[in-house]
């Protein structure tokens, strides 16, 4: 796509339909270029990007295989690109216009081949993005290499982002991963077949409607990886719908952009065939790192405990008195419900959470903790 391409496409604007309260076109297509779509978007809007771009493979003439018969290769016109320069125009173009709605709090994911993927990489890093992972989709089916002239091209390459160095509070569901990876820490080589078989859309002739469909299963592991249920994908390359399947059948929300009519058509039918899930099925698994952080003083002034109550141990044979600025005093010592657990009983190290029990009822107060967590998600 020639530069000036880009800056037409760039000018030309499009309106969105917004939801009220949100104002975004939720769960909806937009046709158009992306640039243009992304403009019309509110500033820091959307919760998550899922990016597949023209990859600009520069494909020399047709390939063919061994018996002569020709690859299905990806060939469209909007793979094809003047230029390098042309390529990282349009790629600085289109990653600014995301990272503008993309939210503090957000994420983006960008997949490419060893064609683009790195062009793409130090875009991002130059527009302030800070990277978080890159991820390895290791192809369970690749196509062989037909020409015998390099190794065969078994992997793509997802990077995963945050909006700048000191976002923080980006989304990643690390409990869920690691217990639906067996309790052991999910890896960043994924093992996933390419699409094929009755997910692979095809048209009336039984060809490809899109050459670089992606398989539900790798959106799955994004979308359920570094989204919550309730959240907005956007997909800039919508293609034929791929993110809104997942999207909606995991409870999330999802705004693509398309250029392509017959892509446009093909994923407004798949998705409208898709069953969300219930909201049951939907919770994310959290462990202690997911939970709000509150202070032992928090009770105090929640009025879950009181200045001059008793604290003992399970046992009542270590006793502490509460002060009124949330420390305690035991033993000639104020401080910490960790480091008078500790002093009590000569250790170096002490959870007080669960060492320290009311004296009236010898409830733990880690239960007096849990029940102010519940108090703030209800509030929430």
Request: charged share 25%; aromatic share 8%; hydrophobic share 45%.
């Amino acid at each position: 796509m020639p530069a000036s391409a880009v800056r037409r496409a760039a000018e030309s604007p499009i309106k969105v339909a917004s939801v009220p309260g949100r104002g975004l076109p939720l769960d909806t297509i937009l046709k158009g270029d992306c640039v243009a779509a992304m403009d019309a978007l509110p500033d820091r809007s959307v919760d998550a990007i899922f990016a597949d771009p023209p990859y600009n493979l520069q494909l020399e003439g047709a390939l063919h295989r061994p018996d002569q018969s020709k690859v299905d290769a990806c060939d469209d016109h909007w793979d094809q690109f003047d230029s390098f320069a042309a390529y990282d125009a349009f790629t600085r173009a289109w990653l600014l216009a995301a990272r503008r709605v993309l939210k503090p709090s957000g994420s983006i994911w960008v997949i490419g081949s060893y064609h683009n993927i790195f062009r793409v990489g130090a875009i991002m890093q130059d527009l302030g993005f800070w990277m978080l992972n890159d991820i390895i989709w290791r192809k369970a089916n690749p196509m062989p290499n037909f020409r015998g002239r390099r190794f065969q091209n078994a992997h793509e390459t997802l990077i995963w982002a945050s909006r700048s160095q000191d976002a923080k509070s980006y989304t990643f569901n690390y409990d869920a991963m690691k217990a639906a990876n067996d309790d052991v820490q999910m890896r960043s080589d994924w093992l996933f077949a390419i699409c094929n078989g009755a997910e692979r859309l095809k048209d009336a002739d039984g060809g490809k409607v899109h050459p670089t469909q992606k398989p539900e299963a790798l959106l799955a592991r994004v979308i359920l990886s570094s989204t919550k249920p309730g959240d907005v994908v956007l997909d800039p390359f919508f293609g034929t719908g791929t993110t809104g399947a997942v999207a909606k059948r995991t409870g999330r929300h999802f705004i693509g952009i398309e250029r392509e009519q017959a892509y446009i058509d093909a994923a407004n039918a798949r998705i409208a065939a898709v069953e969300p899930m219930g909201r049951p099925l939907l919770d994310v698994m959290t462990g202690k790192r997911a939970e709000p952080r509150i202070a032992f003083g928090a009770l105090l002034e929640a009025g879950l405990v009181k200045a001059g109550d008793v604290l003992t141990d399970a046992k009542g044979r270590h006793s502490a008195i509460i002060r009124a600025d949330g420390t305690i005093f035991a033993n000639g010592l104020a401080g910490s419900i960790h480091r008078i657990g500790a002093h009590v009983q000569g250790l170096e190290a002490c959870n007080g959470w669960t060492f320290w029990h009311t004296g009236r009822d010898r409830q733990c107060i880690d239960t007096l903790r849990a029940a102010m967590r519940e108090r703030l998600a209800e509030a929430g």
